[in-house]
């Protein structure tokens, strides 16, 4: 029961999912919260923040029993402005240019002072107070300061989730967003382009976002700051992966951008998920830096993707997504509002996720998926340690029509470490680390085209996904390392004669294609692409591994 007039917390403060303990209280006066207007509720329950999105922001309960809300006009990540603070602890190690933009420090502070006025007008403040890693010895205490109770919910489902005990002990954290989402920037303020603002400070160990509600922004902040953090400050390399484990504790790391299957291909029955999207291969094993998972939903269907589509419940928030008024059934083929609808759900809500999510051996396999809509990369190949490095830097995929408005012919995709947008060091740092690690415990590295064989998009066809799910079962089996391998001319990749349950006539692109000509006019182009993108990055390398792409 609370008393009327102005209160910091819902229920008696004995109870630690709710009180902020004194220390706590001070930080948030310091920081410049006006303690006697705001009404803060810190790790509210899920069903005090399905109230409060009901009652407050228009969400809706759906069919299922997950929250429906929406992000307003922002709909996707922001990239362009997105902003690192340039300040004197962090600016020798950040990769600087059009994926990390520099703010000065003025101008982060004038947008900090922005956000906190902003959400001292709020009535309720939500805090969220989780950790980001499962490993206790590379995780962050991470604050969400927030004033929408669906964005609180999102971090309570995407961070990892604290005991009782460990929340009364939490202490200061070590890392703050502050989200006041609602609130535009001053576009005039030196260095604004727009009145969204995304910035992270090292120094301060704070970020800041103004004139954006797109919940995602918060998930690939956390993702950033472990960008850094994990090599510099832990010396542990962070991965944009998914992860799972066999029964026998052998680990696979699966790369890959949007479409190549990376989360389909590592959701495997015969295996415990780990993590669906970021990890640490930390000098023990692997440790998944999420407590959720933020899954697209477009198109979703229970044939295709029956883990995510029954994960969809309470707790579970649909972003973005259209529904039945009546009958409050998703429709997850209507992408009226954006086709990037998503649905963020704990982990535990897949059922053979492995809790907690780490294990304590390193990975045995690395596979690095591509869709290549050309036709030319072979189905699956063998990597050297200096191709991998290549291939990780490159972060090559193609884009099919159908997939983007006005894309009438494949598109290549090149995204370094196959996460380019949240990279803070240089690229080289990840690859020279994953290398490092890679040759310590003899892990194997393979090439797996889950796009186009026997002839580019529109002439061949994408590789069944049977097939592919039979390589993937050769990787895990270990009849893969041992296989014998043929040369595939230009990429200088190895390839297998044979791979049990996939037709040998796929395995190699030059005899899978009927028409040589084309193919050998596919093979030219893809290799110059290829090339050209590694252009920017050949003399941060070392010379064997810029020399390990395609040879003409």
């Known amino acids: 029961m609370t008393s009327p007039g102005n209160h910091h917390d819902d229920l008696p403060t004995h109870n630690p999912h709710y009180s902020l ?28 923040l ?61 947008n900090r002072e922005r956000a906190i006025d902003y959400l001292n007008t709020r009535e309720d403040i939500y805090v969220f107070d989780g950790f980001a890693c499962w490993d206790p010895k590379y995780r962050i205490k991470v604050r969400v300061i927030c004033a929408r109770a669906y964005h609180a919910l999102f971090m309570h489902n995407m961070l990892i989730r604290p005991t009782p005990e460990e929340l009364e002990n939490f202490g200061e954290p070590d890392f703050i967003i502050y989200n006041a989402g609602q609130f535009p920037a001053n576009r005039f303020t030196a260095g604004m382009t727009s009145t969204t603002s995304v910035e992270i400070n090292f120094k301060r160990r704070e970020m800041v976002i103004l004139g954006t509600e797109y919940a995602g922004e918060m998930k690939k902040g956390v993702f950033s700051v472990m960008h850094y953090l994990q090599p510099v400050k832990f010396k542990q390399l962070s991965l944009h992966s998914s992860a ?12 890959g951008l949007s479409g190549t299957g990376k989360t389909t291909l590592s959701a495997d029955p015969n295996r415990a998920l780990i993590g669906d999207d970021e990890h640490v291969w930390t000098d023990t094993g692997v440790a998944n830096i999420e407590g959720g998972c933020y899954a697209k ?46 649905c963020a759900y704990p982990i535990e809500y897949i059922p053979n996720a492995k809790i907690p999510c780490m294990a304590n051996s390193p990975p045995k396999n690395i596979i690095m998926l591509t869709c290549d809509a050309y036709g030319v990369l072979p189905p699956v190949s063998k990597l050297s340690s ?8 490159a972060g090559y995929t193609s884009k099919t029509p159908g997939t983007e408005d006005e894309i009438s012919s494949p598109v290549p995709t090149f995204s370094a470490c196959y996460g380019q947008p949240f990279l803070v060091l240089h690229p080289r740092v990840y690859a020279a680390m994953l290398a490092e690690r890679m040759q310590r415990h003899k892990a194997d590295v393979y090439l797996i085209n889950t796009g186009w ?46 791979v049990e349950g996939v037709p040998s006539e796929l395995l190699n692109p030059a005899s899978a294609w009927s028409d040589k000509n084309a193919f050998a006019a596919e093979v030219k182009n893809l290799a110059g692409l290829f090339k050209d993108n590694f252009e920017k990055y050949a003399a941060d390398v070392a010379p064997e591994v810029a020399a390990a792409g395609p040879s003409a």
Request: net charge negative.
């Open 21 to 48: 303990l004194g220390e706590n209280l001070k930080l948030f006066s310091d920081a410049g919260f006006d303690m006697d207007k705001i009404h803060l509720k810190r790790n509210a329950s899920v069903a005090q």
């Open 50 to 110: 399905y109230e409060d999105a009901i009652q407050k922001e228009g969400a809706v309960i759906s069919s299922t029993g997950a929250l429906i809300n929406f992000s307003g006009k922002k709909t996707g990540r922001s990239p362009k402005d997105k902003r690192i603070v340039f300040e004197e602890t962090s600016k020798d190690q950040v990769w600087w240019g059009p994926v990390n933009i520099k703010m000065d420090e003025h101008t982060f502070e004038i």
């Open 244 to 255: 799972n484990v066999g029964a026998d504790g052998d680990v696979t790391l699966f790369f």
């Open 297 to 342: 939903t477009i198109g979703l269907s229970a044939e295709k993707e029956p883990e995510i589509y029954h994960a969809i419940r309470y707790g579970s928030i649909l972003e973005n997504v259209v529904y039945d008024k009546h009958t409050r059934v998703a429709d997850y083929e209507d992408a009226s509002i954006t086709e990037n609808t998503r």
């Open 386 to 393: 200096d191709q991998a490095q290549y291939h990780f830097i």
């Open 453 to 498: 064989v026997g002839g580019k998009f529109g002439v061949g066809k994408r590789c069944p996904l049977k097939y592919t799910r039979k390589i993937i079962d050769a990787v895990h089996n270990g009849s893969l390392a041992k296989a014998e391998y043929e040369d595939f001319n230009t990429f200088n990749l190895k390839v297998p004669k044979a």
